[in-house]
């Protein structure tokens, strides 16, 4: 389904400040895959999932999706079959316009625009229904600007901009860092509710130990650009946090004792 075969990234390069982001990266992700990827900051996730996106074109190596090439396309291109939910809420909406006007962008995601004068009743019976399974009463708030809306909210109305259509890729970089415990809860079980129900091919990045092991149906883990663990089955199941953090220190030769964020998320 999606196929990543000895993807390369460096900034800054041929500089005394060159940076290797991303060094020979391959994985494989069947349909309906829910892949957790974890790791310290610097070590590729988030560069990772730009190249999949469009935003950073590898320097060398291939990407697949769906039995199609994508490596050398636009971010605006693959945006017609990857979703995507950033890290801060404020990113994937227009505050300007509502919260109808947002989810028709959406759902004419990949399709050719016309200029229309209104919103038909059929589509806003249809977005009020899907706002309605959030369960955060958007569905009363259609004409609302979206930039008055909570930071939960927002991020719950991207994640529904982002599946309205199915992608056939979902990706998700950190997009309940930024929320409150509380409010990351009840999105972070929206997130799995809405993947499982459509069965949607994902790759979720986060700092959490304890979520990279509980969320999803695989682990991986980067290290210094490079994927230093693939976790999923029965081993999954039975392995802790700290079965995680002995395996990549034996794996990579590192160690996440001086990882901050890490240990903090496991915290």
């Known amino acids: 389904m999606l196929e990543l075969t000895d993807i390369c990234k460096a900034f800054e390069k041929n500089t005394v400040n060159e940076k290797v982001a991303l060094d020979q990266v391959s994985l494989s992700l069947n349909s309906g895959e829910f892949v957790t990827l974890v790791g310290s900051n610097g070590a590729g996730k988030s560069t990772l999932l730009n190249a999949i996106a469009g935003v950073y074109l590898p320097d060398c190596g291939r990407i697949m999706l769906d039995g199609r090439e994508i490596t050398h396309l636009s971010e605006h291109q693959r945006a017609t079959w990857i979703g995507r939910v950033f890290q801060n809420p404020l990113t994937g909406t227009a505050p300007q316009m509502t919260v109808e006007e947002n989810l028709v962008m959406a759902w004419k995601r990949g399709q050719r625009r016309r200029l229309r004068k209104a919103i038909r009743s059929q589509e806003r019976s249809f977005f009020s229904e899907q706002l309605a399974t959030l369960g955060l009463g958007l569905e009363d708030r259609l004409t609302t600007k979206v930039g008055l809306l909570s930071g939960g909210q927002r991020q719950a109305l991207t994640l529904l901009m982002a599946t309205l259509r199915k992608p056939q890729l979902l990706l998700l970089d950190e997009h309940i860092a930024s929320l409150d415990p509380r409010t990351a809860d009840i999105v972070m079980d929206l997130t799995c509710r809405i993947v499982n129900e459509q069965q949607l091919t994902a790759i979720m990045v986060t700092h959490n130990l304890e979520q990279a092991l509980d969320a999803g149906t ?45 240990l903090a998320a496991r915290a």
């Open 218 to 262: 695989r682990t991986v883990m980067m290290h210094e650009g490079r994927i230093v663990l693939d976790i999923q089955g029965p081993e999954r199941k039975r392995m802790n946090v700290m079965d995680l953090m002995n395996l990549f220190e034996k794996n990579s030769g590192a160690n996440l004792n001086s990882d901050r964020v890490l």
